[in-house]
C-alpha cells in the first residue's frame, strides 16, 4: 500500500503506462482518416481602399516659402562667389599694377638730373623764389560737417526691402544671359 501512495502522490510529470499501480488506462488514438485531408479554401486579400487627402493650403504656402528661400540662399552665395572672383582678380591686377608702378618710377627718378633742369630753368628766365613771393594761409576757420541718420524701418519692412533687392538682383543677373 506504501508503494501505491508513492506514485499516486508523486509530482513526477510521466507515469509509468504500465505500471501495475497506475490507474490509467490506456486509451487508444483516434483513427486518421486515410484519404486526402480535407481542402481549405484560402483567404481572400481583401483590398484596400486609399482615401484621397487633400493638401492644405498653409502646406503649400509653407513649401513655396522653403522653396522661395532655398533659391535665395543659392542666389546669395553665387553672388558671394563672383564677388569673390572679382575681388582676387582685382587683387592680382592690382599687384602688378603696383610693380609697374615701382618699376616706371624708378625708370623716372633714373632720368632726372638736376643740373640739366636748372640750366633749362636759366634759359627759360626762371629764378628761385624770395621771401616776398612766400604767402601764408591761414587756415583756422570752423570747419562744420552734417551726419544724416537713416530712418530706422521695421523688421517686416527690412525682410520686405531686402527680398524686393534679392529679387531684382537676381532679374539683373539672369538678364544678360538670356540676351
Known sequence: M??????????????????????????????????????????????RVKAKTAVAPFTLLGVVTVVCMLVLVVFGYVQ???????????????????QEHAMLESKYEGRIDLEQIEKRAGELGLRLPTSEQTVYLNLSGSDRAEIYHEEKT??????????????????????????
Open 2 to 47: 506504501a508503494d501505491e501512495r508513492y506514485y499516486r502522490t508523486s509530482g513526477a510529470a510521466a507515469y509509468d503506462a504500465y505500471s501495475p499501480y497506475n490507474n490509467n488506462t490506456a486509451r487508444p488514438l483516434p483513427r486518421q482518416p486515410q484519404g486526402l485531408p480535407e481542402e481549405r479554401p484560402l483567404p481572400q486579400r481583401e483590398q
Open 80 to 98: 558671394l562667389f563672383e564677388a569673390s572672383d572679382n575681388v582676387s582678380k582685382l587683387e592680382t591686377k592690382l599687384q602688378s599694377l603696383q
Open 154 to 179: 521695421s523688421v517686416l519692412g527690412e525682410i520686405i526691402g531686402a527680398v524686393e533687392q534679392s529679387i531684382s538682383d537676381l532679374i539683373a543677373y539672369l538678364r544678360p544671359a538670356a540676351a
